[in-house]
């Protein structure tokens, strides 16, 4: 207890920052010590700043919590002992202040999506890729910081890269087409406007077709002396927004470097098991539960699997289009825990266990 | 006026059966005779046994029409006069019905699924294959019936192969990878409980998959002597389920024969015309919309484009896992409309047409 | 047609402003001559400025149209032809532009709460209280004005004081206890958040409350020398917002002067006819419909009765608490037809009669 | 562990029973040792017969579990140290099967409203009323039964009867004006189609106004000899179904008997504590919640509060047209916790207590 590491939450009062103060309660190795928000918000108390969206109520503890301004130098002076900070800042703000905490000493966790793909920036999800948080000491060393900067991926990336991390290591993937079904809680709050999706269907969703292949190609990429080596894959993706409040859908149709049937292929995403991470407290006990049930994983009764940090896997088929090496399959992640606030958690946890 | 022809609707308390009733309020061409319904609703006003599901009212004329026996000597008996049927059966009874009422000398109007494979029935959207329903002759022939059996598509596949005809004829098309996001109208009434829909995907739709292969080939295929040869194009489905009233979305991944541009394929779609259609009641000016806006087309906004009968294409652009031969764009129909019943009547007015 | 009488739309990109520009297509009585917006829409084509969020297409003829300022002075001089002028402002921008243009001799038609109240203003559901139209002759000579400024109701009181002025005319109506579901449209673009109202009802809509209560006694006042004497009718509200998109459902417990059964205040309702809209363009066939079947009205099947201009009752029933006096009931309006932009429409219509 | 008492539920597989199985999982007082369903499933597997239509998986240690009968000869042979009996059975097979089981010795806790209003059996809810439970020995007596039948409430009712008990006792309840907008699940399962409230509320659902009269007076009377003296409050109710998945929104206007504030109605519904379920496994810490936030409660974001087993109240405000006797305010109750199962399980651990 006395040893939680102290850290900051940086933007707060919005929807993946009440994630993260949701989750980081009763937390056993961190501890908020600082929230930040913006100007606008500095010097007023969390609960009246924070118009609540996240289900349950804002932690009691932290309802008084003064709001700090979005700067290293507030947080350093009001919390010098942070050590960790998470990061739900647009990209706007991000981009100047997360280097800022970096420089002075801080270790940033992000899910803006602006240094993601900086070749000296570990785009990390720890059952994918934890390997890839060694290049944060070339990081350190090139940038001259003494903390540092870790992104999550987009939240729509991640259900897909979980899935083919047991199939790149088995038998090599060459294509992927895959298409999203992503929830209204990915645009933020207020994010969607109800009267766009009531009984409708939004099929384009603002630069997040060219994430998902890209990010897909670094995640899955080699780890070299100062950058990622992209990993060969092509991916092509339709990005679409339909009414479901948490939890991204995205078909899979996957061609691979060798023949596998559709069982080799589940059998493949049941065995996989990640010990970087086992028993990490943010860890599912699986990282990917596979489905029997031909209309299963849905997102409202499958996204809270695993803690909602379990990616779900079902329909696999042979995808005919392909042969003998192709597959197909549906998978599920949640965006607001896995897709955004629990991925940073558990890649703070990964990189704390391989500090010490 | 006084030439209309009499036609009586198979099944007309469901909700295919409703929207028949409904598209054929005022039609110029065609004057409902005599109203089908199951053995349970036999003698009953119409009114009094179908619980309307559809928009509107119940049309007034219709209210206290007498329910028929889904039974081919029942509707001779009492509307003797009838020519065309229009069938909004399920399979179970669309089985022994069709057939009944073909060798009855009426030309049935089929939203079943059970006789589109087989291989001396015309499956038809006259845009894409006006020319299939010369297949009638040979149908007559062969069975000894007087009427015959016509069927419309599957509702999935009429907004993909509308799309994939003018592609077809100008750059050929190889292969596509489809996914659909279905409107909860396409599973009938009661259909899809809303315990299962909101908040929630269904990735599942029995028997779906399969059918969007094979009436997409039939479609495009090209007219024998005794049966439809199939186009050689391989088709990929994903089939989901998601919570719009009405309005079929399919993303489209294609690789064409030849190359082509974004443009040249937008341009294709944009001069297609049908001369087989061109002013009947039925049919949208254009069979084809192509949208410009980014996020488009969206159900609730477009599908009622061309009174419901147009299909909407959008997102027009290059699909680069398949190079300068790729596009990719999303495709929208009335699932209920032009995927099922408005569909069967303009079916019923291009053969009209034919045979004058 | 040559004597159509040219008209403005004040605020025309809105939620409001788009059903305005789509009712006055191929109005008969009125063309659109200038369409006006915020500055920083002032310059552009309507079809670049405006987000359309309406069914259906912005129409062609008014793509290309240049947005004028919100200022009588402009429409002034780019259509000096215009006499009355359609408003859908927010109250910030009503409260002062709106006299203007009265001022400036036109005659505005307003959706904004902002003058509702006042003394010399007409507040007008013509089937209700065409009469009110007179207080405009005292409004402009009390202001000096050589134009005016009409008022329509909140979109939730449209409903209920329809259904209630047979009543009070017949029975008199002394006590109202009425609980409002109200759709997201009434809220405007971008308006309800998805995340706010998906799985959810918001039991809660600022200052809709104290609104029933007072525009139903104006709307049901008698028509004083220099104001309106407002009806004794005590109303209770509770207003709440539920996911639909168009249609206000308000639940009625109505407390008579005299004793009435259910079968008469139905009786009432379905005899009422108003002779001062008959035969306008927007008035439709029957103000009220009452509805026998015991599960209507309901919001998407109900709200395009006589073209979204028809209040819709249904569930007729006694209200025992009140005993012998007492009737319960439902009344459904479209929003953002009958309760905005079709209400304006009607109330210019009317009031153009009068004057010829 | 060792002195858990043996239960069975009745009616396993459908959506109410499925919560009580949830709800049962590691339970400190109750044992699941039978699972009974109709005879069309009987001797089928739990995870086989059971269509799960509740959040999360299907308890694993249940999905072998052998259906039995829902017969009280059948549960006797196969468990016959089963002692209470948790119904989730429609009223049709209730109505036998629940005397049989009661005849056999078992106390049933029934969710059926087929019993509720016979006079010797208890209705339930126990921070309102406990003490009714002792109407139990007088049905045995009456009778000649070993075990017992005790219902709780209509899932509608189960909110506005616990917000009114503090008030009843402070100051009086005399009228009460209610309209629901209820959740679908309240339906059951398949319930309500997805085509009939998708962008709908639909204003009308069977035999439930009724039975919030009745039933609120019935746990708000006093406990007789051989009966309960109904309390004497005339309640009027309008009943609503809304697309919300869980929780019953309430709004109520109370005429109370002596003059209240809404403030001092408040601290009646805070200061509002039951001693008879304190500590007791299914106890909310808190029986009434009440929100101070404008726009509070709403289902999604309140409903599991207390574990789905509070009531929350809001919006407490004066009711002008009861004058100073007058208040009027918003409940939200969990209709398939609190509602249902859960409130199952209180009255059993309530008299269980009792018991001993």
Known sequence: MTTRIPVAVLGATG???QRFVQLLQNHPLFEIVALTASDRSEGKRYA??????????????????MLLATDAGAVQRAAPETRFVFSALPNESAQEAEPAFARAGMTVFSNASVYRMASDVPLVIPEVNAGHLALLRHQRAARGWTGGIVCNTNCTVSGPAMSLRPL??????KRVFCVSMQAISGAGYPGVPSLDITDNVLPFIKGEEEKVGAETRKLLGALGEDRIQDADIAVSAHCNRVQVIDGHMVTMSVELETAATPEQAAQAMRDYACADVAGLPSAPEHAIIVHDALDRPQPRRDRMNGGGMSTSVGRMRREELFGERGIKYMTLAHNTIRGAAGGSLLNAETLLRMLW
């Open 15 to 17: 929807a993946v920052g």
């Open 48 to 65: 009246e700043a924070a118009r609540w969206v996240t289900d349950g109520d804002i932690p009691a503890e932290l309802r008084d919590r």
């Open 168 to 173: 790149h290591d088995r038998f090599g993937v």
